[in-house]
């Protein structure tokens, strides 16, 4: 339901103090800054120690207010790890009758807590169904498997890579939810430029109303509620497998989009740009990769970072969070993301007068998946096949 508000009442003085504050700060501060001022990203470097051991493909991680790191692992599972009592053996949630794993990208890719999770225990789910791969988005509580409800799906049946897989709220309160392009190679059903299918898009949708028969409803501004043809849940288009994204305080999305051979990439996204056509598949990063899906005048975003296989022997972004703990002060503000197979440490941050600073700042464990933050903020890491959960701190270079 709609909520009305009050509009506030501006004075000349309250004009004046906000024009005088545009001219002295150009990016206005986000609450809850530290006052220390962020160094140069060549000053920082990331340091892991491990945590937890023994998880069975790892492939994503969040934080729940009691202060437990909730991890699901690729078969159907979710642990629970705490820092003062370790890894719990016994999964807090099993959903392993209802995944399809039969391909390595196929699994239990996404979890995130509702956020009154504290008082429900509702988790939101997104993985691959049995018995054809099917995208699909849901709501369970934890231990509770049977009263699980599927919310959004599509079909992925033919190919079973590219399933994108990533859930979070935003700071609006509605579930972003990222998928995959089809699978195979080259935007086999040129989904990345179709607006008819929700492959390769991000999905924004409102899971706290119903609408019809749908259990979930569509937000009135999103871009294309009133586009014929067009799937009004989507969010943003132009993506070849986004697996792993983020949402920063200012509701701006953070994204790691993985590139077919070439080029890796990293967009930010913020709630201004709506509708954004990232490009896939005709770009791959900033380069022309198919010129028969450019469309004339088409307006394109480009990445804040990419890189190139090449040059770093990459082969898979993952895309990581933005750095909004106390501990480390100097590296406030800064998004740290990887590659699975070079590790290497890539931090990206935004500039107050525009564009972006970007470094490598060192390497992360074997296969790191993803990129999680506890209730303080403070960073983990998981890595794929080597099972492990490494707590991620910033040292200054000396």
């Known amino acids: 339901m709609s909520q009305r508000h009050r509009r506030p009442v501006i004075t000349l003085a309250g004009l004046l103090i906000l024009a005088l504050s545009a001219v002295l700060f150009p990016t206005a501060p986000v609450a809850g800054a530290p006052r220390t001022h962020a160094v140069p990203l060549t000053e920082l470097t990331v340091a892991t120690e491990q945590v937890a051991f023994g998880l069975r493909r790892p492939i994503a991680i969040t934080g729940v207010p009691d202060g437990r790191m909730l991890i699901a692992e690729k078969d159907g599972t979710v642990r629970a790890y705490h820092p003062d009592t370790g890894l719990a053996a016994d999964p807090v949630l099993d959903l392993t009758a209802r995944i399809d794993t039969s391909d390595n990208e196929r699994g239990l890719l996404g979890i995130t807590p509702a956020p009154n999770f504290a008082r429900t225990g509702i988790l939101y789910v997104a993985y691959t169904s049995l018995p054809a791969g099917e995208l699909t988005l849901a709501r369970v509580p934890l231990g509770a498997p049977d009263r699980l409800q599927v919310l959004l799906t599509q079909q992925h049946s033919e190919y079973g890579n590219h399933n994108g897989g990533q859930v979070a709220f935003g700071r609006d309160g509605y579930l972003y939810w990222s998928l995959g392009d089809g699978g195979h190679a080259n935007d086999p059903f040129k989904a990345g430029q179709d607006l008819g299918t929700l492959l390769g898009k991000i999905v924004r949708i409102d899971v706290n109303r119903t609408c019809a028969a749908k259990p979930y409803c569509v937000p009135a501004d999103n871009p294309f509620v009133r586009m014929p043809g067009a799937r009004p849940e989507i969010w943003l288009y132009g993506l070849r497998n986004p697996w792993r994204f983020s949402v920063d ?94 590790t290497l440490a890539f931090a990206v941050r935004p500039q107050p007068r525009g564009g972006y600073e970007s470094a490598t700042i060192g390497r992360f464990p074997t296969q790191p998946t993803a990129f999680g933050v506890d209730v303080h903020g403070e960073l983990y890491v998981l890595s794929d096949l080597p099972g492990f959960l490494s707590k991620v701190r910033f040292e200054r270079v000396s």
């Not at 896939?280 to 190139?308: I, L, N």
């Not at 969070?321 to 590659?339: F, H, L, Q």
Request: charged share 20%.
């Open 249 to 342: 305080v200012d509701n701006s999305l953070w994204i790691g989009d993985v590139g077919q051979g070439l080029v890796e990439e990293i967009n930010h996204i913020r709630p201004s740009q709506r509708g954004a056509n990232l490009g896939w598949s005709c770009r791959e990063g900033t380069p022309v990769f198919d010129p028969q899906q450019c469309r004339p005048g088409g307006r394109y975003t480009d990445p804040v970072f990419e890189y190139e296989h090449f040059m770093t022997e990459s082969c898979s972004v993952t895309g990581g969070v933005v750095y909004r703990g106390s501990r480390t002060p100097e590296a406030w503000g800064t998004y740290i993301a990887s590659d699975y197979c070079s």
